[in-house]
């Protein structure tokens, strides 16, 4: 007897400007931001306090928020000027810098914004578990 495995649940993206703007990504680019945003919406799934996620554009990025409970600020995916793929912070929060703090050269920032990926970069999903928490609860430190 053949057991079933369960496949993860995809989020459909359910406004079309959002899905244009993911449209335009290189093939590299969109799998990349692809994974980043069902890890968003995972880590939200599983922890009740985050609640629903809204999907929208800021400044012309995809955008993520918490928009019934406001327990966080608002995580963008983009693409930086130095190549490649990112999850961003509003800088003015500490997040990118407390999560250097646990894990410094495991990964590669720009600034207090980001968290930048290269072509060959393994996507450590299970660290930035703790980034997208942390930004997603941010307001309920």
Known sequence: M???????????????AVAQVFAEFSPFERVGLLGLRQLIFDVAARDA??????????WGQPAYLPSKTKS??????GLPKTGGFAILVHCQTTVISDFRALFGDDFAY??????????GDVVQTDKLVLLVSAALRYHLK
């Open 72 to 77: 966080g600020t608002t995580l963008r995916l």
């Open 49 to 58: 306090d985050i609640g629903q996620i809204e999907e929208t554009l800021k």
């Open 110 to 119: 720009d600034g207090n914004r980001a968290v930048v990926f290269s072509k």
């Open 2 to 16: 053949a057991s079933e495995t369960s496949q993860p649940h995809v989020y459909d993206i359910d406004n079309p």
